[in-house]
């Protein structure tokens, strides 16, 4: 190879290399951009699942624990006006909590969340036939405190479904 062959080959890889710099530049910049803002979504989409997973288990311990104590006042008969507001204002701040996280939380917690659902429903339903005056038959504050303590084993599914849905581990 002749001098002028190696001095032009020289000056065609730096003429190439100063037009393409630029463009590999901004290629590894736009990838870069592209993976932290994916970063930066899956990061915003933990924290929502984790908010929403923090109400709903508040709420729902909170709801359980309402209906318990409801259901302990009905049976020594001292449940009052205050009693009752109480109880709805935790049912309606619980099915608030279930709604909004079934639109963000993945199947495996709505089916748990569901299971535990029943439970509360059928019981708050059972406190105000009670309360009402129009217990069907069997439906006692004592057997219904009993169907209340089978929601306790789904309180701690749904919570470690959650946990493990954001990937703590004990």
């Not at 909004?100 to 569901?114: H, K, L, N, T, W």
Request: glycine content about 6%; cysteine-free; aromatic content about 4%.
């Amino acid at each position: 190879m002749s001098a002028a062959t190696a001095a032009m080959l020289t000056g065609v890889v730096g003429v190439l290399g100063t037009l393409l710099a630029p463009l590999v530049t901004s290629w590894v910049t736009r990838r870069q951009r592209a993976e932290e803002a994916g970063a930066e979504e899956k990061r915003r989409d933990h924290e929502e699942r984790r908010a929403a997973y923090t109400s709903m288990n508040r709420a729902s311990r909170h709801f359980h624990t309402l209906l318990k104590d409801a259901l302990h006042r009905l049976r020594d008969g001292v449940y009052t006006d205050d009693d009752r507001a109480q109880v709805e204002e935790g049912r309606r701040d619980y099915r608030d909590r279930y709604a909004e996280a079934q639109m963000i939380v993945p199947d495996a917690v709505i089916v748990a969340s569901r299971e535990l659902n029943v439970v509360l429903a059928e019981v708050d339903a059972v406190v105000k036939r009670i309360d009402r005056g129009l217990a069907r038959d069997g439906e006692t504050a004592d057997r219904t405190l009993l169907r209340l303590k089978a929601a306790e084993p789904r309180l701690t599914a749904m919570r470690r479904v959650m946990r493990q849905d954001l990937g703590v581990t004990d």
